[in-house]
């Protein structure tokens, strides 16, 4: 509960470009539109990459962030099998990202070493797909079944695939169908803007 919002803590220490910076703003932006329509948007919240102790620049990761920060509100665990690229606006449109070829191979050669399990894949935007050029490896792994890339073009697709629960469609009254993530998340700020108000009585 609070009012200080999305803090990225790359930003406050100085170790973020501005193009990383721009795309941490970008959630709360798609946060408001979905969540703070009939109420303040009061919370507090920190995201940063743990042990990293050099600058990070570009967007790519928006979209990550924001699966995570919407998981944390919705208190609903996210497939850790899969990994997450794609740069996201406010309006919860996925965007495409430079280096996907090079990512998809980066993970995979991760799970190769780990052992392939059939969970594992990855997450991208469906702008991108037209972009890869994988390797015999990849390409083999996925028509067997032992590696997923899916293309998204929206947040509620990505939350779909990583908690395997219905993100949901606000109504005409701004709610969410029950149950649903985004009705999880909803209910949270709701919670945190009641309380916020009590509090300052």
């Known amino acids: ?11 406050e220490t100085e170790m973020s470009g501005s193009i990383h910076s721009k795309g941490v703003l970008t959630l709360t932006g798609y946060l408001g539109s ?15 990459f743990e042990q990293l102790y050099e600058g990070v620049e570009g967007d ?3 979209s990550a962030e924001l699966y995570a920060l919407i998981s944390s509100l919705a208190e609903v665990p996210i497939n850790q099998a899969l990994a997450v690229t794609g740069s996201v606006n406010q309006n919860g449109e996925i965007q495409p990202i430079g280096g ?11 799970c190769q070493a780990r052992g392939l399990t059939g969970e594992q ?26 590696f997923h890339i899916y293309g998204i073009t929206r947040v509620e697709q990505g939350v779909e695939i990583l908690t395997q629960i219905t993100a949901g469609e606000m109504d005409n009254e701004g709610n969410y169908p029950e149950g649903t993530v ?4 909803n ?14 009585k």
Not at 130 to 136: E, F, K, P, S
Not at 182 to 185: A, K, Q, T, Y
Not at 191 to 198: C, D, K
């Open 1 to 11: 509960m609070g009012q200080e919002g999305l803090v990225n803590i790359e930003t």
């Open 34 to 48: 979905m969540f703070a329509q009939d109420k303040p948007l009061c919370f507090n919240a920190r995201v940063t």
């Open 60 to 62: 790519s990761a928006s």
């Open 100 to 110: 996907v070829t090079e990512k998809v191979e980066g993970f995979f050669g991760v």
């Open 121 to 146: 894949g990855v997450i991208i935007p469906a702008q991108n797909i037209d972009n890869l050029m994988l390797n015999q490896e990849v390409v083999q792994a996925v028509e067997k079944g032992l």
């Open 182 to 185: 985004f009705d999880l998340v």
């Open 187 to 200: 209910r949270k700020l709701t919670a945190y803007a009641q309380g916020l108000t009590g509090f300052y």
